[in-house]
Structure formats: structure tokens, C-alpha cells
């Protein structure tokens, strides 16, 4: 599985444990393309997967807009702190009492000046964290099924190696190039039909209920 770099490097010893954790989980998804994983809840609030989600986020542009709770990846670090934020979060994982707020709707404009805007969903920072936690879980075992021919979204793609691929078949013959996209599908996706997908790797039940909310 490629290498995200997006993974913070300021904890050497959180980004050795996941990626090795990824590494093992994307070779066991790799040789065995029925195999369905029974024990990833216990990765997802894995002391480490929950520190290089916190990384994630808050690297990310949105770590300054804060959820409905008001707080700003900034403001936990300073008012709670990273390490007792992280720790309530993971007992919370643990024993279940942990439940996801209802995101803050914001409208911003759509790219190209049309006028157009669309919807933003902001969660809260610990349901960013818990998002990126499943993140690293699930993405290595999925990896395994994706074609070498898909690259939206995935760690190690960048839509200028779909350009590089679309000139290498432009220079052996072919003429055309079709661009597509699904009218808002994030918002009409069938999370049914999603989510028994998610079961045909996934069966620890444990895990599925937060792969619905993500």
C-alpha cells in the first residue's frame, strides 16, 4: 500500500505502529480477496491510531472551523490539552458511551463562478478524530480491491497521475477521453447498498455502526 504523507511525522513511534499496522492489514486483504475482518475496533481507538488521527485533522484546512460544540482543534489542545482530549476520547470509544453530534451546516460556493453553492457538513473535532481513526483502519483493507486504474481519493494518487495515464494511452491510439461526475453523490448515496459493500470485508460489528456514521 502506498505511503499517505499526509500522516503527521511529529510522533515517529505513533507513525511506526500504524503504518505498520496498515502494511499488515493491506497484505492480508491483498492475498486473501474474501477475507472479512473480525477485530478492527480494537485498531480504531488504538492509542496510536488516535494520535495520528488527531495529526490528520489537525493538519487539515478545516482544523480552524470549529463543529457545533464551538471548539477549534486549537482551542482543545490549549483548553483540555492533546493528550487528556485524546484519552477521553478513547475511553469513550472503549465502553461505548461515545456518540457523534450532529454536524454545522454551512453553505459555501461551488468552484468556476457560477453562483452555485453547496452544503458543508462540519463535524465536531472528536467526530473528525473518530472519522480519521477509521480512516486508517478501513482504507489499507479496501486498497486491496481498488483497480490500478482508480485514482480519486486514494493515499499516493494525485489527479496529475490520471493526466499522466490519459497521455500514455493519448500516445498509443486512443482518441478519446470521456469526464464524468455524479451529481451530488455524497448526499444521494444509498448507505444500504454502501454499507453491505463495507460487510463484504468488514464484520466486526463493533466497527460497522461508526462506518455508517462516517
Known amino acids: 500500500m502506498p505511503e499517505d ?16 499496522m496498515q502494511t499488515k492489514l493491506h497484505h492480508w486483504a491483498t492475498a486473501d480477496p474474501s477475507r472479512r475482518f473480525d477485530d478492527l475496533f480494537n485498531l480504531v481507538h488504538d ?6 488521527a488527531f495529526a490528520r485533522v ?4 478545516g482544523a480552524r472551523t470549529p ?11 490549549e483548553r483540555i490539552g492533546t493528550p487528556g482530549f485524546l484519552h477521553d476520547l478513547r475511553a469513550a470509544l472503549k465502553d461505548g458511551s461515545f456518540r457523534p453530534l450532529p454536524v454545522r451546516e454551512r453553505k459555501i460556493p461551488k468552484p468556476g463562478g457560477s453562483g452555485k453553492v453547496r452544503s458543508l457538513g462540519i463535524p ?12 486508517l483502519v478501513l482504507e489499507p483493507v479496501f486498497e486491496a480491491d481498488f483497480t490500478p486504474v ?20 493519448g500516445t498509443n491510439g486512443y482518441r478519446w ?15 444500504v447498498a454502501l454499507m453491505d459493500r ?17
Open 5 to 20: 504523507t499526509s500522516l503527521n511525522s511529529e510522533d515517529p513511534s505513533s507513525r511506526a505502529r500504524v503504518l505498520e
Open 47 to 52: 492509542p496510536a491510531t488516535l494520535t495520528m
Open 58 to 61: 489537525a493538519g487539515n484546512q
Open 67 to 77: 463543529g457545533v460544540d464551538g471548539l477549534t482543534v486549537i482551542e482543545v489542545e
Open 124 to 135: 465536531t473535532v472528536a467526530d473528525r478524530v473518530v472519522q480519521a481513526a477509521l480512516k
Open 150 to 169: 482508480s485514482y480519486g481519493f486514494r493515499p499516493g494518487r494525485r489527479a496529475q497521475d490520471a493526466i499522466a495515464e490519459i497521455h500514455h494511452f
Open 177 to 191: 477521453v470521456l469526464d464524468a461526475d455524479i451529481e451530488a453523490c455524497f448526499d444521494r448515496i444509498d448507505h
Open 198 to 214: 463495507v460487510r463484504t470485508r468488514v464484520k466486526d460489528k463493533r466497527v460497522l455502526p461508526w462506518s455508517r456514521r462516517s
